[in-house]
């Protein structure tokens, strides 16, 4: 069964069975999975699927972040139910440790000793870590390493 479909199914139970914050965020993700397939002009893969899914979690994030800065900590939560909902469906993510250790060994290996070959770390580490991996917490930590 493909994501997408796994996706559909879970919306219909969520219907089904009165999750209504499940079934609202479901709906958000497929209509943001409709667009995509709309200007991309065909099926996505589940590798697509995934960096959609990947890009509401993200932005998310951001509003939750917001919400709390602004004092709506109960909008704040909304946006949090809504990301442990999408991130069932996404790969587990490296840990803090995991990935510090991951960026330490790529410096390692590639012979890097400057800030300014973090493009050269940043595409080795996304190209095999592509969907578990936080790429601020990449950065973050290459800039700490490489100082």
């Known amino acids: 069964m493909s994501l997408k479909a796994r996706l559909e199914d879970d919306l219909k139970t969520a219907m ?3 999750e209504t914050v499940k079934r609202d965020t479901l709906r958000l993700v497929l209509a943001a999975l ?9 099926e996505l893969s589940d590798d697509e699927v995934l960096a959609v899914l990947a890009s509401n979690v993200k932005s998310r994030q951001d509003s939750a972040q917001q919400y709390e800065q602004a ?14 909902i999408i991130q069932v469906y996404l790969p587990k993510q490296l840990s803090s440790d995991e990935t510090r250790e991951l960026v330490t060994q790529t410096i390692a290996e590639l012979g890097l000793e400057s800030k300014s070959q973090l493009g050269q770390l940043m595409k080795a580490v996304m190209a095999t870590h592509k969907n578990v991996i936080d790429g601020k917490l ?10």
């Open 34 to 42: 409709k667009n995509k397939r709309i200007e991309t002009g065909a």
């Open 71 to 84: 004092g709506r900590q109960e909008l704040a939560d909304k946006e949090q139910a809504e990301i442990e």
């Open 138 to 147: 990449v950065q973050r930590f290459a800039a700490e390493i490489l100082a």
């Open 16 to 18: 089904r069975s009165g």
